[in-house]
């Protein structure tokens, strides 16, 4: 049977073989989830996405959201998924079951998403965005705020978003303007307005809570004077029920080219003096709290981006073996031979291999993000605590950037694969797309997770956490040096990993001179061919268990799956790298033109 959404197959042999999660059951805090219970896990959850979610995703881009009479109504097949979903506990599934999370391995919960997201991303926004405003809450939030809030969000009662963004403030947070005045109770008179609101307003609640970024009166300018509030839709009694409504009021929806289903919302606090917040955490420590979330918030963004290819990607290959089109190549001058279907064609096969190979790469880049959190959670060793933790730092970037950006690519190679029909709304496609966009804007557009990887990543702990990146993708490039089969691929990745460091040591030194806007004109060139690199350690690590099992004899059923994960790394290495040693010289020769030029010669005028 035809895979949709996610193959599988792949997700298990992530899961199993490559990152061994079954291990983790032998520490007491995950003794529940062995193989069995895993397996089971993603079956329930592949079930739930294609059977409930995935038939609200066209449903959704075509209905849209509607503002009417200052209330936003969401398209109506989300409301039964949404139930569904909050039904099955999926929420929190990382969670204390304390507060109605399930206390699973991030690993897993991550798999589980990847069916959740890839049916309709636009939909599982409301409940992702929630978990994301819980954990602030969890993190931050006093014990009364933990009794009020938490569980009720957890579980997916009451809803949650994130109001950062200004009309002049998007990327520069620290020039917001939304203020906090200090009641004689001790809550805040929240004045402002916030735009680009993500699940901002809907009719799937009884209430939506707010984490707002504002600056208390008197508090100094800048990201150092921004303070973190709570602010439900409704108040929240002591008791725990709803009391009047808080002047949080929806002035308009955005009209997008994609996630239509999500309610992108405008929102006016206190335009009647009403609104009322409560600190969450300490004052003009608001960005650091929300600094803490970044790991989390962007890892998500990643996994959109790249659940969109997943799909883009099984879609292309099952719709390649259907489409008859054209001879095979090696009968073009036979008058008698029939048209073949387009997955014998080289350029398609091309195509396909492209898209298998990154999204191959970026299952096992974001799978292995959980996993590092994973291995953090069952271990008491500060040390070792510190050097998962380093990874996974200077990784995300790349896991937001890097993936959406390769992503956005596979989606389009997969209207390719389509020809016209990818480009018409009768088929998904061309959704998949549109929707995949947004991701390399959002929660930080690329080039500033770019910066980010330049700027603060690499000079972390005086460059540790890269060394111990590289100490592990060093151990892989040693263990495929000893198969025959994947020597060659092990060295060319050494020498991209060699050129890598070369590269890092140049930009970091550029970044430090006098050329610094140079450095940093090329900070995402330099996170496209880490991502690459990266990319290449993830196949060239499938293909070292793959050819484990084939040298071991694998089953019948599953030779064909080892066999496509060499061709994966062999295409990747022998066709992606060589660009990438390009883009390395490239990244070296640091080209002055895009900082020296004067903004006239931009043209325009």
């Given amino acids: 049977m035809a895979q949709v959404i996610a193959d599988r197959r792949d997700v298990d042999f992530v899961l199993h073989e490559q ?10 805090k995950y003794s529940e989830f062995n193989k069995k219970t895993v397996d089971l896990i993603i079956s329930e959850a592949r079930n739930l996405a294609i059977k409930e979610i995935l038939p609200t995703f066209k449903e959704g881009d075509d209905q849209g959201c509607r503002l009417e009479n200052g ?23 990382t969670e204390d079951p304390e507060y109605g999370g399930q206390g699973m391995p991030r690993t897993v919960a991550l798999a589980a998403g990847d069916y959740f997201n890839g049916a309709n991303y636009a939909f599982m926004m409301y409940p992702g965005l929630t978990h994301g405003a819980a954990l602030l809450v969890e ?14 969000m957890f579980t997916g009662r009451w809803t949650g978003t994130m109001l950062l963004t200004e009309p002049e403030a998007g990327s520069d947070v620290g020039n917001l303007s939304t203020t906090a005045v200090k009641n004689e109770d001790g809550t805040y008179s929240i004045t402002g307005s916030k735009i ?5 307003d809907h009719d799937m609640v009884e209430n939506i809570v707010h984490p707002v970024l504002a600056r208390i009166e008197g508090a100094p300018a ?12 409704l108040r929240v009694n002591d008791d725990g029920s709803l009391g009047e409504f808080n002047d949080v009021v929806c002035t308009g929806i955005e009209h997008k080219m994609g996630i239509n ?38 890892l998500l963004v990643g996994m959109q981006g790249f659940c969109c290819a997943s799909a ?26 029939k048209s073949v279907a387009i997955i014998q064609h080289p350029d398609v096969r091309r195509m396909l291999i492209s898209m298998k190979a990154y999204v191959e790469g970026m299952r096992s880049l974001l799978y292995y993000a959980g996993h590092l959190s994973d291995q953090m959670a069952v271990t008491d060793d500060e040390a070792e605590i510190a050097r998962l933790q380093g990874m996974l730092d200077l990784l995300i970037p790349i896991c937001k950037g890097y993936v959406t950006d390769k992503a956005f690519e596979v989606c389009s190679t997969g209207v390719q694969v389509y020809g016209g029909y990818g480009f018409i709304r009768d088929y998904p496609q061309e959704q ?15 080039g500033i997770q770019a910066m980010d990887l330049l700027g603060r990543k690499l000079g972390m702990n005086k460059g540790k956490p890269i060394m111990d990146l590289m100490v592990e993708i060093q151990k892989t490039i040693a263990q495929a040096k000893a198969i025959d089969t994947l020597k060659d691929y092990a060295v060319r990745l050494e020498k991209a990993l060699n050129r890598l460091g070369e590269v890092a040591m140049h930009l970091g030194a550029t970044a430090m001179s006098p050329k610094v806007m140079s450095a940093f004109a090329f900070a995402h060139p330099f996170m496209e061919a880490s991502g690459d690199v990266v990319t290449a350690w993830m196949l060239l690590w499938r293909g070292v268990v793959a050819a484990g099992q084939l040298e071991k004899g694998a089953r019948k059923k599953d030779q064909a799956f080892y066999e496509g994960q060499m061709k994966s790394v062999q295409y990747f290495t022998q066709a992606v790298l060589p660009i990438t040693m390009g883009k390395m010289d490239a990244i070296m020769v640091t080209c002055d033109a895009p900082v020296e030029m004067a903004e006239d010669g931009f043209g325009g005028k």
């Fill in 19 to 28: 990152l061994n999660v079954g291990a983790l059951s032998e520490h007491e």
């Fill in 71 to 93: 209330q936003v109504f969401v398209p109506e097949s989300f409301k039964r998924a949404y139930d569904l979903y909050v039904e099955g506990e999926w929420l929190a599934m």
């Fill in 139 to 152: 993190a931050f939030g006093t014990q009364r705020q933990k009794k009020l809030f938490l569980r009720n």
């Fill in 196 to 200: 680009f609101i993500s699940a901002g």
């Fill in 222 to 233: 800048g990201t150092k004077g921004i303070s973190l509030f709570l602010v439900p839709k």
């Fill in 261 to 298: 289903g999500n309610a992108t919302c405008s929102l006016t606090l206190g335009g009647k003096g009403q609104c009322i917040g409560e600190l969450l955490g300490e004052e003009n420590k608001g960005m650091r709290a929300m600094f803490l979330m970044m790991n989390e918030a962007r």
């Fill in 312 to 337: 883009s990607y099984m879609n292309a290959v099952n719709y390649a073996r259907d489409r008859v089109q054209g001879k095979n190549l090696l009968q073009m001058m036979d008058p008698n031979a």
């Fill in 432 to 446: 998949l797309l549109r929707d995949c966009r947004i991701t390399m804007i959002y929660e930080g557009t690329n």
